[in-house]
């Protein structure tokens, strides 16, 4: 057995080996991973073609500035995928790159079954994009329960909803558990900031970070800890050299999920890392701060929140503050308010336990995705 896998960021890379691991499994070790992926997918056996930094980029300016390497990544994934001739491929999350690997790989292997793992975001954006998929996508792999009758509403490909692998994971339920037996009398003041994966999202808006945590300690004596990515710590540690509040540095899983556990509150770029701390029952703001082309197409956005625990929900969770209204007195005046026992920390609470509920499956994500790609690998299409 041959799976093709192509993950273009961290958190596609942290599902891809969720999900690689329950193939291994099931075919009791007898499989072999091909494509483009990092450290998770590497320690479950792929070998990636490249840095899958070099495709983990967000914004349009991002893209215009590193497009010529992006056009070298693409055909080199075509070619060694066209070489390989697996039995299934998986494309997760980052549409930009892995549909236009995919549409080009069908061309010269009409035959290769293909499953999209993480719907792309349809519901906010370019509706005509699920209609489009059927072209090159047999199945999706949905990540949010409302997702498949989107799918079938636009005409896209047959959908699943399998769940978020973040919802089984014992390291979050360990989180999740010392968040609940924490003492409302004695918090230990700590406040999580997560600037983000990539480098333009850190660069953007650890500055605006500095200064909100800044005012917090003018405010009360809070501490800080910034859970870094592997391939962001570098930037993050020169970044905050001259902080006048010197954050912690939190590596690694079990320090990141230690400190989920312990965190009164966090400040964090929109990303899976909400979902993370929804999970967890961390009180959490957003923030984000766009490129100047994203800028120019935000009215084309249908979907009313870029927080998924909100839309999950469907009503707001988490606040969320974008580009100019990304202000830090804002921020710390009302982190106070979610790290403190008060109203606003209650219901937050209460709306991080019910996204809990509602992300709820009878089965872990990672089975029944590994399932389904197996199904399809082995010659069967799955009517889900």
Not at 215 to 241: C, G, K
Request: hydrophobic content about 45%.
């Amino acid at each position: 057995m041959k799976v093709a896998i192509i993950a273009g960021e961290m958190s596609g890379d942290l599902l891809g080996a969720g999900m690689a691991a329950e193939i291994r499994r099931m075919t009791g070790g007898d499989v072999e991973f091909v494509g483009v992926g990092g450290p998770a997918l590497a320690a479950e056996g792929l070998r990636s073609l490249f840095d899958f930094n070099d495709i983990a980029i967000m914004g349009i300016s991002a893209v215009v500035a590193r497009l010529p390497l992006l056009l070298r990544r693409i055909g080199e994934t075509v070619d060694a995928l066209v070489s390989a001739r697996p039995d299934v491929l998986v494309i997760i999350d980052s549409p930009g790159f892995t549909h236009r690997v995919t549409k080009r790989v069908r061309k010269k292997l009409p035959n290769l079954p293909v499953v999209q793992y993480v719907c792309p975001t349809v519901w906010a954006w370019k509706e005509y994009r699920a209609s489009h998929m059927t072209d090159f996508v047999d199945h999706v792999l949905a990540i949010l329960p409302f997702e498949p009758e989107v799918m079938q509403r636009l005409g896209g490909p047959p959908t699943t909803y399998v769940g978020h692998r973040l919802r089984t994971l014992p390291a979050m339920a360990e989180a999740r558990a010392r968040q609940a037996a924490r003492s409302k009398r004695h918090p230990e003041r700590l406040i999580l900031l997560l600037p983000g994966s990539r480098s333009t999202e850190v660069s953007r808006l650890l500055p605006v970070f500095a200064k909100t945590a800044e005012r917090l300690a003018h405010i009360q004596d809070y501490s800080f800890a910034i859970p870094a990515v592997p391939s962001q710590e570098r930037l993050i540690r020169d970044s905050i050299a001259g902080w006048q509040v010197r954050p912690e540095i939190v590596l690694g899983d079990q320090g990141k999920w230690d400190a989920f556990g312990r965190a009164d509150g966090a400040l964090a770029a929109s990303g899976t890392v909400l979902f993370e701390l929804a999970l967890a029952g961390v009180p959490t703001i957003s923030a984000y701060k766009t490129d100047f082309f994203i800028r120019l197409v935000l009215d084309r956005i249908k979907a009313w929140s870029a927080v998924l625990p909100n839309l999950v929900a469907g009503y707001p969770v988490f606040p969320e503050f974008y580009d100019e209204f990304v202000r830090p007195e804002m921020l710390a005046r009302l982190m106070v308010r979610l790290v403190d026992d008060t109203p606003q920390r209650a219901a937050m609470l209460s709306a991080c336990a019910d996204v809990h509920d509602r992300m709820s499956t009878d089965r872990p994500a990672n089975v029944v995705a590994a399932e389904i790609v197996l199904d399809y690998a082995y010659g069967k299409s799955p009517a889900r």
